[in-house]
Nanobody, 124 residues
């Protein structure tokens, strides 16, 4: 079974940057597309960004385009999310997930593999 673990959350001032990493314990992580999601207090979990298995294709939610960058290091079996110019609207628990490319954006309820989440708090 694939186990995912997020690292890198924390507290940052508005306008600052954070880098999140998602590491997998299984080699099956490599063939999968990987996505980042976030859940703000009192709100549902929403898609943020995804990357395909080769790293050649990426998709971003509109509010993070130009500020967030998703990338993967196949040698280290990790997927990272570089977050720049953060605002209080980015405050949430961030999760990584692995699964089929289309499912990561169209059917969140069908995603089988999730990390435990990492808190990102942006102070204004």
């Amino acid at each position: 079974q694939v186990q995912l673990r997020e690292l890198g959350g924390g507290l940052v001032q508005g306008g600052g940057s954070l880098r999140l990493s998602c590491a997998a314990s299984e080699r099956t992580f490599s063939p999968s597309s990987v996505g980042w999601f976030r859940q703000a207090p009192g709100k549902g979990r929403i898609f943020v960004a995804k990357i395909n298995n080769s790293g050649s294709s990426t998709v971003y939610e509109d509010s993070v385009k130009g500020r967030f960058t998703i990338s993967r290091d196949r040698a280290k079996n990790t997927v990272s999310l570089q977050m720049n110019n953060l605002t209080s609207e980015d405050t949430a628990v961030y999760y990584c997930a692995a699964g089929p490319w289309d499912i990561l954006t169209t059917r969140i309820d069908q995603i089988s593999y999730w990390g435990q989440g990492t808190q990102v708090t942006v102070s204004s």
